[in-house]
């Protein structure tokens, strides 16, 4: 299993494998690996030392920044992932990028933006959709309807914390017209949009 692999020139932790959505678009329904990994598929979540113990095998210096991405949900570790963080900026001097669904709140039950304060340079949110019923029936989020508006609060209050807040959806798995509405809401938030 892959904890660690490089991926069109990122170095991106792979932490857990737990998810609160089965998005139809999920790379996970179709390959268990990106990158140089072997496999993404983990058996056991790995503990924050092992992870320490992974990064020592790479040159640090060779990327421009790490990102906690995986092949599920990072924000499910949360606590974990901010002990890496820290670790990361102080041992390597590397900033740090979180690619999450946006749903930490609705995990952990409160505002968790604040615990990312210093220690996370981006974070980019899959926004996926342009409203709730849309989201529902694409991703599958296990809160149900609530999670898109949560999605929409987490980017308001995560920029008072992270610097590069990014917001994306998955262009061929919506229409053109969602597409744009996207655009527009992160247009209306200020933050960047991408087309993955
Ligand atoms: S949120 Fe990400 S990891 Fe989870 S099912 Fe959707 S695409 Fe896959």
């Not at 692999?5 to 268990?32: A, M, Q, V």
């Not at 924050?48 to 060779?62: G, M």
Request: glycine share 6%; net charge negative.
């Amino acid at each position: 299993m892959s904890i660690v692999y490089d991926y069109f020139g990122g170095l991106y932790i792979n932490l857990t494998n737990k998810c609160t959505n089965r998005c139809e678009f999920c790379i996970r329904n179709f390959t268990d690996s990106l990158g140089n990994a072997d496999s993404l598929v983990l058996d056991r979540d790995p503990d924050v030392e092992e992870v320490k113990a992974e990064l020592r095998k790479w040159k640090l210096s060779n990327y421009d920044e790490v990102v906690f991405c995986g092949y599920g949900e990072p924000t499910e570790r949360l606590p974990e992932l901010l002990e890496l963080a820290k670790h990361i900026k102080a041992a390597y001097g590397k900033p740090i990028r979180i690619n999450t669904n946006g749903l930490a709140d609705l995990i952990w039950g409160e505002d968790t933006t604040a615990w990312l304060d210093g220690i996370i340079d981006s974070v980019s949110i899959s926004l996926n959709e342009a409203d709730a019923e849309s989201y529902d029936r694409l991703c599958h989020p296990r809160f149900g309807i609530q999670s898109y508006d949560a999605i929409l609060t987490y980017i308001k209050n995560v920029k008072k914390h992270v610097p590069n807040v990014a917001v994306s959806v998955v262009g061929g798995s919506i229409t053109y017209s969602a597409i744009e509405q996207c655009r527009k809401i992160a247009e209306d938030l200020d933050v960047t949009f991408k087309v993955r």
